[in-house]
């Protein structure tokens, strides 16, 4: 055999081994990408049932005599800006920001509601009042359930989009990073009990 034809040999098997290195991390970021889609939109799912417990929330506590209408307003006008932010796929970082604000912005009128409501005694005896409120701690816990796994999914896909040489491929083909649901800004600090 002459040295031409091994040189060439060894030249299509290594184009060959990079040709599948290429597919492989490729596929792999696709996998991962998708995981992090099918993970935001299980973000979503909780979020719209929050927002979709909230009008039920909104006229069982109407009913209650004198309550302060400030705090519904609040409540109606959080969920409406909650309402118009929708992503086809998992957002980026500016987009996320806006989204948790948002959600932010309704969680904090959705918790005034329940310390105002502390004051009628009458709307916490009723049961259609207790269940939404059971109801909604409920989604709570599957809100921060499902932002865990968005962050997991998140991270696998970074992780994995940061190794050589797959974030070179990433780079060409246009795999960005993908952002994480961060702490509330104050969240890491316990509230004052004053007793």
């Known amino acids: 055999m002459s040295k031409g034809l091994i040189g060439c040999g060894v030249v299509v ?31 979503e799912n909780v979020y719209q049932r929050r927002a979709d417990l909230i009008p039920n929330l909104v006229a069982t506590v109407k009913g209650a005599k004198d309550f302060e209408q400030e ?16 992503f086809e796929s998992a957002p980026d970082a500016e987009q996320l920001a806006k989204f948790e604000a948002a959600q932010s912005q ?29 109801q909604l701690e409920g989604t709570e816990n599957r809100i921060a359930v499902e932002r865990k796994r968005f962050n997991d999914a998140t991270l696998a896909y970074n992780k994995t989009r940061r190794r ?11 795999f960005d990073d993908k952002p994480y649901f961060e702490a509330t800004p104050g969240a890491e600090q316990p509230p004052k009990v004053e007793l």
């Open 13 to 43: 098997v290594i184009a060959l081994a990079l040709v599948a290195t290429g597919v492989g991390s490729y596929n792999r970021l696709v996998e991962l990408d998708e995981a992090v889609d099918s993970a935001w939109s299980q973000v």
């Open 71 to 86: 705090t519904l307003t609040r409540v109606v006008e959080a969920r409406a800006k909650v309402g118009q932010m929708s």
């Open 106 to 134: 309704l969680s904090s009128a959705l918790s005034r509601l329940l310390v105002v409501v502390e004051r009628y005694p009458e709307l916490k005896a009723t049961e259609a009042f207790r269940d939404l409120q059971a």
């Open 164 to 174: 050589f040489p797959t974030i070179l491929l990433a780079n060409i083909m246009g």
